[in-house]
């Protein structure tokens, strides 16, 4: 359950990723087959115990989370560059995950369709996390 997870800011989870990203490089087997560069589905074959909850961005404060994105430089959902704003769709329904090996930060949601659900993740870099307030909608 998520209410027993730490809640992220923006700068909490920029140094979350700018502290593993500090750490010499090196090939980490469980997680490495997850480094798209931006959203991907999770993979069916992927054993999700070789990752840990670490925290959450979902603001329990907040009834319903805006369903728009932040896409000023005109990326879009699925843009390797698309920054990621905690207060924007997806990443407000999102949690933090890092692989239980190598520490490596990424953030969850799942994404329910009308005839389908799919698990998305995303590996986290601290230069796309931005703090900009949600949307007025």
Known sequence: ????????SAA????LAAAFEARPAGACD?????LAPGWESLPSTFETTRLRRIGTLRDPAVE???????HPKGTHG???????????????????????ACERPFLRYTEA???????????????????????QD
């Open 1 to 8: 359950m998520t209410t027993d997870l730490p809640l992220l």
């Open 12 to 15: 909490g989870l920029r140094a």
């Open 30 to 34: 469980p997680c490495d087959g997850l």
């Open 64 to 70: 319903a989370p805006t369903l728009r994105e932040h």
């Open 78 to 100: 699925w843009s390797p560059e698309a920054p990621i704003a905690p207060a924007w769709y997806p990443a407000n329904r999102c949690d933090v995950w890092a692989c239980a």
């Open 113 to 135: 369709g009308g005839y389908y659900v799919d698990e998305r993740i995303r590996p986290v870099r601290a230069a796309l996390v931005v703090d900009v307030a949600a949307p």
